[in-house]
């Protein structure tokens, strides 16, 4: 009876409980880190109570991408460039090869010759024919017809004691053959170089009638561009002189569009023959203003 009374714990006796010290710990670490401690039921007494686990902590969020403040994207972005493509160039189908001119205007003689002629005028026509269409270079003929009469100095050197020669003149008819070269300016515009040769038919006459080395059907004159002075025949009251020779020709000339196929030239040509050795040579400069077509 002893010993049961000693192994067996009296009823009004509660069991063994840890002091409260020991209880509080292992919380104090987590109160240290900052931890917030989750709300806790009150302990029940004769009971021991775990502390509760700290929740993970929440993880980090994300990082976004920090561009430069100065990178703008365009609003409208322009549309990308065409496609290059090749553009055959047009040829020139609307060019004719042949090319008809008229002209006229003033004549004015050159050097020596403008002792002896006045200013006069000057006519012509022609065409130019390129070798293909587009060409730079043109071959052009021309026919002109220029007169000029005679000054006061070379009347007096075919008058005589027996006549009254008053009055004189010089027709000159040319045919010519050039080169022409076109240098283009823009705007439908080219300035042209052109020289050459052909030839010319030159007649000097003299009005009044004259009654010297042959009488009333012959005549005496001087034609300081042949070198000659002597007597003449001929059945008018006038004494007239013509002679053919070669000479040749070189001029400059502007040209602008003036409608459809038509354009208007402005040039100037020097021409030169020499009727005979030691002679005055026959130069002159005609200006004139054409149309071509």
Known sequence: MAQQTQQSPTPAQPPPTQPP????????????????????????PGYYQFPQPAPPPAPPAPATPQYPKYYQYPQNPPPPPPPPRYVAPKPVVNEPLVHWHIDGG????????????????????????????????????????????ATNRLIALNQNSSDSIDRGREEIWSGTLDLEMHLPLGG?????????????????????????????????????FQGFCGGGYGEVKAASHTLTKFGWNAGAGLQGPLGPGVKWFLEGRYNRVQEANGAVPLAFIPVTVGLRF
């Open 21 to 44: 010290t020991q209880q509080a710990q292992p919380a104090q670490p987590t109160q240290q880190q900052g931890t917030p401690q989750p709300a806790q039921s009150p302990a029940r």
């Open 106 to 149: 003033w004549s004015d003689p050159a050097g020596r010759t403008s002792d002896y002629l006045k200013d006069g005028y000057s006519v012509g026509l022609g065409f130019s024919v390129a070798p293909a269409r587009g060409s730079p270079i043109d071959l052009r003929f021309d026919v002109n017809y220029d007169r000029n009469n």
């Open 188 to 224: 439908g515009t080219d300035l042209y170089f052109f020289g050459g040769g052909g030839a010319y038919n030159m007649t000097l006459t003299f009005g009044e009638p004259f009654y010297a080395l042959g009488g009333f059907y012959g005549g005496y004159y001087c034609d300081p």
